[in-house]
């Protein structure tokens, strides 16, 4: 199999070439029909008698048979008008065979190889127009026999056939390159996902059992039992969200996660981690596709947890805006000395990491934007906004 594929690719690589290797062929061919021994050994139709001596369109004609191969790849069938008509002229003129008549094959084996939008009229239109220059060329006085004419197309649509075999040869092996890398993606996805359950699933288990194992054995009302009963709390969604990556990693799970309704649960949450956060919401919510609403909630999510991590003195507002045409998350986290610690408190740093970058990328795969940045008091704020896709 490999060595099929490496062949086609090496039929193909003369095609895939573009710029000035394009005018190196026709070049050639122009050139070789000049050299002793195989300037005549080029195709011949007509058979006609008393041929002509070569002269000033002769040449010209020589010329139009080959120069259109320089745009066989962007235009191949114009290519292929343009040879055929400076091949049928340079026939019906009676010139001496010349081997830049190979051209019409290099030009059929051109339209195989890049077939055009309608390739029944072009092949009708061929036909016609080889039937006609067959009749010229009988009428001119050619002692060619309906037998040598029918043989002569059908060597012509047989390299026409050749251009189309090996681009599907070639647009196979495309086709088998891509089922290979998927497949292998889909190894390197379930690996993955097999390396997170055994290792990070563990970690994280562990420390869901140790917290809860120890709130209870302190008092329910004790600060530190509370604590630590929402750190159990938040392993175990830790763990369930866990599951839903490991499933969409390895092809099983559903890839519909967290959408904009579980946003209160998420300020709640940050307020009893400690975090002063405030949801704020206007205009209508309207259904809107999961993967933009897992984008706008994991915004929120990022820019929250960035808050408690870096700033835990500082407000912040979650505003989201529901628009016609696009749905916005704006999270402001406050400036300013708190209330409590006065110009002492550090200036929150939500900036730094692959947050944001993971965040942009999100954003950016559902058409959204995301602007983030300090803002002019001290604070820092990220602002979303995804435009409403069809549900």
């Known amino acids: ?56 369109l002769g040449l010209v004609l020589i010329g139009a048979q080959a120069a259109p191969l320089a745009l066989r790849r962007r235009f191949p069938v114009t290519c292929l008008i343009a040879v055929a008509a400076a091949f049928t002229a340079f026939q019906l003129l009676r010139y001496p065979n010349a081997f830049a008549s ?66 599907a040869r070639a647009l196979d092996a495309e086709e088998r390159r891509r089922r290979a890398e998927a497949d292998a993606a889909a190894a390197e996805r379930a690996r993955l996902a097999r390396d997170l359950h055994d290792v990070v699933t563990h970690h994280v288990t562990s420390m869901v059992v140790q917290a809860d194992t120890a709130g209870y054995l302190l008092e329910r009302s004790d600060r530190v039992g509370t604590t630590l009963t929402s750190i159990g709390e938040t392993g175990r969604r830790a763990l369930d969200d866990l599951r839903h990556l490991l499933g969409v990693l390895d092809g099983r799970g559903d890839r519909t996660g967290p959408s904009l309704g579980e946003l209160a649960d998420l300020v709640d949450r940050s307020r009893d981690a400690g975090q002063s956060v405030d949801l704020v919401e206007a205009g209508e919510p309207r259904p809107m596709r999961p993967q933009e609403e897992e984008a706008l909630y994991r915004v929120v999510q990022e820019s929250v947890t960035n808050a408690l991590k870096h700033a835990p003195d500082r407000h912040v507002v979650v505003r989201i805006d529901h628009g016609n045409e696009a749905v916005g998350a704006r999270i402001t986290t406050g400036g ?56």
């Open 1 to 56: 199999m490999f060595e099929t594929t490496a062949w086609t690719e090496r039929m193909l690589r003369p095609l895939r070439r573009a710029g000035a290797t394009d005018a190196l062929l026709p070049a050639a061919l122009v050139a070789l029909s000049f050299v002793p021994g195989i300037a005549q050994q080029g195709l011949d139709l007509a058979e006609l008698p008393d041929d002509r001596t070569l002269d000033g």
């Open 102 to 167: 190979l051209a019409l094959v290099v030009a059929l084996y051109t339209v195989g190889a890049h077939p055009p939008r309608r390739p029944v009229w072009v092949a009708a239109g061929a036909v016609a127009a080889y039937a006609l220059v067959c009749c010229s060329l009988h009428l001119a006085g050619s002692r060619a026999t309906v037998a040598d004419y029918l043989t002569f197309g059908l060597v012509l649509a047989v390299f026409c056939a050749l251009g189309g075999w090996v681009r």
């Open 336 to 391: 300013g000395a708190p209330p409590d610690q006065g110009a002492s408190s550090p200036r929150p740093r939500l900036g730094g990491g692959r947050g944001l970058t993971g965040l942009r990328e999100r954003v950016g795969a559902v058409g959204g934007e995301l602007r983030a940045g300090p803002s002019d008091d001290g604070g820092f704020t990220v602002h979303a906004s995804i435009p409403r896709g069809k549900t």
